[in-house]
């Protein structure tokens, strides 16, 4: 779990650098109900400063809008008009469905990274963090690894389609920035688990591990 002070080093210091006309800003979070944006909603509503700060936290949950649909999407930031965007939407899964899945997880997280980043640019939002996934760095490498490593060689071939897809965030980065002056950026989180993950026992690594623990020991059978 991210703590309060990494959060707050991650995202807290691109908000006071740019306000709307009247001295708003409106921070929209996607797959906000999810793991990381759970914790950056208890961050927020704990510091109890957004208010006087005059700033708006949205956080996104799937019901808001289907991301892979870029008229919902507009909609969305047409309803919101943000001025600062925190994306973590993203299909995710464990490692038997990322390896069962490479298709879908390809397109889905193309297509939901793809329409943000761009609407994004059109709606002149002033800075975009993405959240990438410690499956982007190849398989084959030296340690330690550091940002500058994503590309230097093919991932891990079980996860490649989700792997694939979050890299193509850091290229639409730079691209955007580029091109059009965008600052987007992205950070690369270690796996992290907590309240509000996903304890599917099929579905993850650390927290399915966690959910197999009382069943198993209630009937002496290994966790594992």
């Not at 208890?42 to 996104?60: C, S």
């Not at 290229?171 to 580029?178: K, L, P």
Request: with cysteine; proline share 5%.
């Amino acid at each position: 779990m991210l703590s309060p002070e990494e959060l707050r080093a991650v995202y807290g210091n691109t908000l006071d650098s740019a306000r709307t006309r009247d001295g708003g800003i409106v921070v929209l979070v996607t797959g906000g109900t999810g793991l990381v944006g759970k914790a950056i909603e208890k961050v927020v509503r704990e510091e109890g400063k957004a208010a006087a700060h005059g700033e708006k936290w949205v956080f996104l949950s799937s019901k808001d809008g289907d991301l892979r649909d870029r008229r919902q999407v507009h909609a969305i930031f047409e309803r919101h008009r943000p001025t600062h965007v925190i994306h973590l939407a993203a299909l995710v899964g464990g490692l038997f469905k990322n390896m069962k899945y490479k298709v879908e997880f390809w397109r889905d997280n193309v297509a939901m990274n793809d329409i943000v980043l761009s609407l994004c640019k059109d709606f002149k939002v002033r800075k975009l963090v993405s959240c990438l996934s410690t499956c982007v760095f190849p398989d084959k490498t030296s340690y330690p690894i550091d940002e500058t490593m994503i590309h230097s060689g093919p991932p891990h071939h079980s996860n490649e389609g989700y792997a694939y897809a979050k890299r193509m965030i850091d290229v639409q980065n730079r691209c955007y920035n580029e091109e059009y002056g965008c600052k987007f950026t992205s950070v690369i989180p270690t796996n992290v688990y907590g309240p509000h993950d996903n304890f599917n026992i099929e579905d993850g690594v650390a927290p399915g591990a966690r959910a197999r623990s009382p069943p198993a020991t209630a009937c002496s059978a290994p966790i594992v």
